[in-house]
């Protein structure tokens, strides 16, 4: 019988999966952070629920303990940079990763990003822990949508767009 995956092995296998990209943000004034999911699906439509996976050792997991609220938006063509940032590429941190786009505040005065294909207005409805991670489980707000932007993807280690 062969050894156990290694956590590597499990990483590199992943990378055949395609990721929708999204950002999550949350936090506010210098306090303010964010984080890039590809993780991100439907938990249910009625009542409307999101569902994320975030890493417990992320800058944002324990903003969103201490906020309770989040945006979530979906990255479309054009986000490439914004994801970057959002990822931490150059050692982008914190409300610097805000920096380059447009933001409007919602209704519980998490951001958005504007143009984003979709973006919703969450309420932390609950975090369920699991090793390394926690299920971040958004009770959506409000809905914001801006048709034809196509959209940013994540495969075999690059993002890549739809139009």
Same mark, same amino acid.
């Given at each position: 019988? $062969?050894?156990?995956? %290694?956590?590597?092995? !499990? ?5 055949? !999966? ?6 999550? %943000? ?25 569902? $994320?996976?975030?890493?417990? %050792? ?11 609220? =989040?945006?979530?938006?979906? @990255? ?9 940032? =959002?990822?931490? =590429? ?14 409007? %505040? ?12 979709? $973006? =919703? ?20 707000? $409000? ?8 959209? @940013? ?11």
């Amino acid at each position: 019988m $062969a050894e156990e995956p %290694t956590g590597k092995d !499990f990483r590199d296998a992943m990378r055949a !999966f395609v990721g929708n990209c999204s950002v999550i %943000t949350v936090g506010d004034g210098d306090e303010a952070s964010g984080l890039v999911v590809t993780s991100a699906i439907s938990l249910s439509a009625d009542p409307p629920r999101l569902l $994320a996976c975030v890493n417990r %050792t992320a800058s944002s997991h324990p903003l969103l303990v201490k906020y309770g609220r =989040f945006g979530w938006s979906s @990255l479309g063509a054009a986000h490439q940079a914004v994801a970057e940032r =959002f990822s931490g =590429f150059g050692g982008v941190k914190g409300a610097a990763r805000y920096d380059g786009a447009e933001w409007e %505040t919602a209704v519980t005065g998490a951001r958005l990003l504007k143009g984003a294909p979709a $973006a =919703f207005d969450c309420t932390v409805e609950e975090m369920i822990d699991r090793d390394t991670h926690s299920i971040l489980i958004g009770r959506v707000q $409000a809905i914001r949508t801006a048709p034809d932007t196509g959209a @940013l993807i994540y495969w075999n280690g690059a993002y890549r767009t739809i139009d």
